[in-house]
């Protein structure tokens, strides 16, 4: 198959990173053209303030060298500003006279350094601080000049100064508002920093308002607003970014503030997308990593035609460490009439903690000096949940200096933001690679490697894996001994490769045993029917279509069952068992616990005829599949009425007949609180009140028995419709093969899936692919006739 060419404007973080996820996900599938305007390849801006300050150097905030580009095939054209894009031929023109055709083209043209427009900016001293030259020149000037102005206290500032002063300089910060970072730091903790950085050596100039920027030819000071004037040697302008979007204008591009896209960040334009500083979704322009790295994610899958629920906007947070002092924020963390705050404020120890609340959930927070709750915190907002009294205590007390903090952190819990890496990933790196220092950890799982505010604690989980308190242990948990690879790995290789029957994956994936075993065959024959519906999974049962289904006994004989969906059947469908039973003499007929007939002793010779005689649709009872539901019909001691319950059942039984799972799921469905179904030990139960329904999931009636938990209260028979066929579906793409539904409700969290169900995009999207599903094995049925 042809390659499609996809070319990328704009070398920086957030392309490339879209890019190599690109790459994980189809790695051959396009022949990929970057152009970026700076001459250096991929590096880490946010890191430029270190090399500013001495700390690193540029090649140690390089992120993808040149030999990276070569091994993935990547043309790449550095120091070329592509100028116009000619959507309707589809080519792009360079400032070098290139054309260049593309079939995709992604716009990471990132953001332009603001420039006051003031007289005087021109003059020479005047420096933007954005790139790797505006770097070079700073450290130049400090050679010959001892006085400097930098104009912007947000953190572009701020880190500047920091710099400016380990070069050699006298620093003063100018900014407008009355606060430093007013857009990341309350007033309490901005002045808190404030005084901090004033120990450090930095001068502060507040509320000013620059009007020019006065000397000759060479810079020689700064006259504000009021009249007062500073002396300065350089001034170093860090008053903010705008999204460098006039090209994409100019080519006929929507724009408002920045490149307007939609969910799979799609322009107005097809083929055309864009992803970082330059995008502009649902009214928000993003200029942390975080969400660029999100964006990148979406965006790959969307050009891989990988099916995603899309981009949906981003909890923004600030984790950061400035000239040595820690500082976070999240969310609304100013709050207003309708919130609540919670305070700490240790003025001795420099410590300062603001958590704001409304109705118990957590809208924003601020720590400064001790910010060692922040990922709890995030975690808290993200998932919207309830805070306990226990999670604000442990928030606002001072944290134990000498007390491990990745030690009490779950394995789930992230360490790194930015790239989503938990300390599960980071440990079990360890373990399996040998990996002890910071830079190993940043190239095996790109920990660190974005924004850098995660390194202190990427740091201590080193030193916690290196210390005789440590002992976590995991263990890879493959498929099956056939293999080394997990469930995980397995479906990613089938998906990128596109593997498509069970004999392609044990040979393109290297299974030590070429048959594969009893456990690993019918796994693969389950994921690969998930990837692609339209595979055929070949039971070893006798599975012939929807009307001729056989399950064979330990003594060679056969039995089958009528569909009767939520146990109810009629005179017709009784007359034909009946008569199906005399005629063939078949030695025993019984009633299941799913109020099901079934027709038992029938020999092999027989099923034939049985099936054409019985003329009715049978259940399919073997393999893991969504079981017969059991009713609750109450015949001695309830009275309650039934019908919506009964109705509701077999609306479920008619949606999910022959739907394959990754083990069986029994469902209950009982009309009153008498539970007559048992719904509170099922897979799924559901119980019906005078206002509602109770969804229960997760349960097992087997010998250890297990009660479900409560999913949500239904107020309708719609909505308890679709609570559960999501949930179905939403079970069938992310549970492992065999995992019962109560360990996949464990390993992945019932909030989580509450979050996701209580969606109703997301939840609309899990039942439309499950009528995919299920239309699509129909038709696969169909053709065994």
């Known amino acids: 198959m042809e390659k499609q060419k996809l070319v990328l404007i704009g070398n920086g973080m957030a392309g490339i990173n879209c890019i190599e996820e690109i790459l994980k996900n189809q790695p051959n599938a396009f022949e990929i053209i970057v152009f970026g305007s700076e001459r250096h ?71 332009l350094p603001f420039v006051l427009p003031i007289p005087g900016a021109d003059k020479k001293g005047v420096i933007n601080f954005r790139t790797i030259e505006d770097c070079q ?57 404030q005084l901090e950085l004033e120990k450090q050596g930095m001068k502060f100039l507040l509320e000013k308002a620059t009007d020019e920027i006065i000397g000759g030819t060479q810079v020689e000071g700064l006259r504000f607003k009021d009249g007062t004037v500073v002396e300065a040697d350089a001034v170093i302008m860090a008053v903010g970014v705008r999204p460098n979007v006039q090209m994409a204008k100019d080519s006929g591009i929507e724009t408002n503030r920045a490149i307007l896209v939609d969910d799979f960040l799609q322009t107005s334009v097809p083929d055309v997308y864009a992803v970082g500083e330059c995008v502009e979704h649902r009214g928000m322009v993003y200029g942390l990593v975080k969400p660029l790295y999100e964006q990148g994610k979406v965006l790959a899958k969307h050009i891989c035609e990988i099916e995603s629920s899309g981009y949906s906007g981003s909890t923004l947070s600030t984790q950061l460490k400035i000239s040595g002092v820690d500082v976070f924020s999240v969310g609304n963390f100013l709050g207003d009439e309708t919130t609540k705050t919670i305070t700490h404020y240790d003025e001795l120890a420099g410590i300062y903690k603001k958590i704001v609340l409304k109705d118990e959930k ?22 919207q949940k309830v805070i306990t009294d226990e999670e604000k205590t442990l928030i606002l007390q001072p944290s134990d200096p000498n007390a491990s903090q990745v030690a009490s952190m779950e394995q789930t819990d992230l360490i790194c933001n930015c790239n989503g890496v938990t300390k599960g990933t980071i440990i079990e790196s360890c373990q399996m690679q040998g990996l002890t220092t910071v830079e190993e950890v940043k190239k095996c799982t790109k920990a660190s490697s974005a924004c850098g505010g995660c390194k202190p604690l990427v740091t201590d989980l080193l030193a916690y894996i290196q210390s005789e308190d440590f002992d976590e242990v995991i263990e890879k948990e493959t498929l099956c001994s ?40 019918p796994a693969l024959q389950y994921y690969l029917g998930m990837i692609y519906p339209e595979y055929e999974v070949k039971q070893e049962s006798l599975f012939i279509n929807e009307r001729m289904n056989a399950t064979i006994q330990s003594d060679g004989t056969y039995s089958i069952t009528p569909q009767m969906y939520g146990g109810l059947t009629n005179a017709n469908e009784l007359r034909k068992v009946a008569d199906v039973v005399e005629r063939y003499q078949l030695p025993q007929v019984a009633i299941t616990s799913e109020q099901r007939v079934t027709l038992m002793g029938i020999q092999k010779r027989d099923l034939e005829s049985i099936w054409r005689d019985l003329d009715l649709p049978l259940s399919n009872t073997y393999g893991n599949t969504v079981q017969n539901i059991k009713t609750c019909i109450g015949e001695t001691v309830c009275t309650c009425e039934k019908h919506q319950a009964l109705k509701l059942a077999m609306d479920l039984e008619k949606t999910t007949d022959y739907l394959t799972t990754p083990y069986r799921v029994k469902m209950g469905v009982s009309a009153c609180m008498h539970n007559g179904a048992g719904s509170t030990t099922k897979d799924i139960g559901v119980i019906q009140f005078d206002r509602g329904w109770e969804i229960y999931v997760g349960g097992s009636s087997g010998r250890n028995v297990r009660p479900a938990k409560l999913l949500c209260v239904a107020e309708s028979e719609q909505e308890v419709f679709e609570m559960i066929i999501g949930f179905i579906q939403y079970y069938r793409e992310t549970a492992k093969y065999s995992e019962r539904s109560w360990e996949w409700i464990d390993r992945v969290n019932l909030l989580h899936i509450r979050e996701v169900l209580f969606d109703s995009e997301l939840r609309q999207q899990l039942i439309h692919r499950l009528k995919l599903d299920t239309d699509q094995y129909k038709k696969v049925l169909a053709n065994h006739v």
């Open 41 to 111: 390849y991929n590096y880490n801006r946010i890191l430029l303030s270190t090399v500013l300050q001495g700390a690193t150097k540029v090649e140690d905030i390089t992120i993808n060298d040149r030999s990276w580009y070569k091994e993935n095939n990547i043309q790449l054209y550095t120091g070329e500003t592509v100028l116009k894009v000619d959507t309707q031929k589809k080519v792009i023109i360079t400032d070098q006279d290139r054309n260049v055709s593309y079939d995709k083209l992604i716009f990471a043209t990132g953001s």
């Open 137 to 193: 020149k700073i450290i130049e000037i400090s050679q010959n000049h001892k006085k400097a102005v930098v104009i912007g206290g947000g953190l572009l500032g701020l880190e500047a100064a920091r710099g400016l002063l380990n070069l050699g300089m006298e620093v003063d910060v100018v900014h407008i508002a009355e606060h430093l970072m007013e857009r990341q730091l309350d007033p309490t903790a901005s002045k808190m920093l």
């Open 362 to 383: 957590v809208l924003g927070s601020v720590l400064f000096g001790d910010t060692k709750s922040g990922n709890r915190l995030l975690d808290i907002i993200s998932k």
């Open 482 to 521: 056939c293999t080394t690879l997990t469930d995980e790995e397995i479906v990613a290789e089938m998906q990128i490769r596109n593997l498509r029957s069970v004999q392609e994956v044990m040979t393109e994936l290297d299974w030590q045993k070429e048959s594969g075993c009893s456990t690993c065959k």
